[in-house]
Every structure is written in C-alpha cells, then in structure tokens.
C-alpha cells in the first residue's frame, strides 16, 4: 500500500491580515482544519511548509504559521525560500525518509506556491491530490482570486494531480 501525506503550503498569519486578506480565508481555514483533523486521527503525516522572504521574516508574527492548523509537536515543518516548497529543502528527503508515495496539497498562494510544489511534486514521481476548495490567493489586476483558482484547478486538473473537495479526500 502507497503512504500518503498531506501537505500544507504557506499557511501564514500575514496572509489573514485584515489590511489584505486571502480571498475567503477562514472558509480556507476551516477546510484546512478538516483536512489536518482527519489525517491525524488515521495517523497520516502532516508537513508544513513555511515561506521566508521580505514580508515573512523568520520568528516574526507574520511569519508564523496560523494558529488555528498550527503543526503538533513533531510535525515535520520545511522552511523555503521560493515558490517551489521542494527547491533547496529537505521536504523530499523527508518524504522519502517515510516512504510516501502520495501526496495532498492544499494551502496558499494558488498561482505561485500551490502551482509550483504540485508540478514539481508530479516530476518527482508522487501522485498528487490537489484539493481544489482548499488553496487560495488574492485578486490580480486581470482576474478574480476565484477565476485563478478555478484556472488553476482545470490546470493541474487536467495534467498533473487529481482534484477532490475537501469532503472528498479520505486518508486511510
């Protein structure tokens, strides 16, 4: 049987600040709280990923993960540099240290982050799960947070992982 994981990519306090919050980020957070509940109750590994950068500066509030879906002790929590949560981490290392095959992904910034770790994690091998009501972004100048969401669902849909909701994932 394949081992699966559930990835949770850049989950940070700066991005529910009221100045300019996520678009639809506590239903994000409430998915999110589903989906880190039920893999820990069957025991699935739950990873972190942390991005560092100007407006993430390590150790600061805006930088740490949301406390809502904040990682149990021993949780594994890679901390990147880039959109690509395997670009210079120990994040497939880690992966292959517990033999998963599998991987759902879900978490923040749908075009960059999300997009990028999923491709990427696609060309390592893994079968990826993307779940598609529980990643998220902000509006652009051309298009709604939801049509690039909804964009990059079809995407990746189409190529490189399989889409469930929330309610659709099982972890057994």
Not at 74 to 80: A, D, H, L
Not at 103 to 115: M, S
Request: with cysteine; hydrophobic share 35%.
């Amino acid at each position: 049987m394949q081992k699966t994981a559930l990835l949770i990519i850049d989950v940070q306090n700066a991005m529910f600040h009221e100045s300019n919050p996520i678009y639809d980020g506590e239903q994000l957070l409430k998915n999110l709280q589903d989906l880190i509940n039920r893999a820990r109750t069957v025991n699935i590994p739950v990873f972190f990923v942390q991005h560092n950068d100007e407006e993430f500066k390590s150790g600061t509030s805006a930088w740490e993960i949301h406390s809502s879906i904040a990682p149990n002790v021993g949780e594994v929590v890679i901390q990147k540099h880039t959109p690509d949560s395997f670009h210079e981490t120990e994040l497939h290392e880690k992966l292959q240290t517990e033999q998963i095959k599998n991987l759902v992904v879900a978490g923040n910034q749908t075009e960059y982050c999300v997009d990028t770790t999923s491709r990427r994690a696609y060309s390592l091998g893994y079968n990826v799960t993307l779940v598609k009501d529980a990643h998220r972004t902000w509006d652009s100048s051309a298009l709604s947070a939801q049509q690039i969401i909804d964009h990059h669902n079809e995407v990746l849909g189409n190529a490189f992982a399989a889409l469930k909701e929330t309610k659709e994932v099982q972890f057994s």
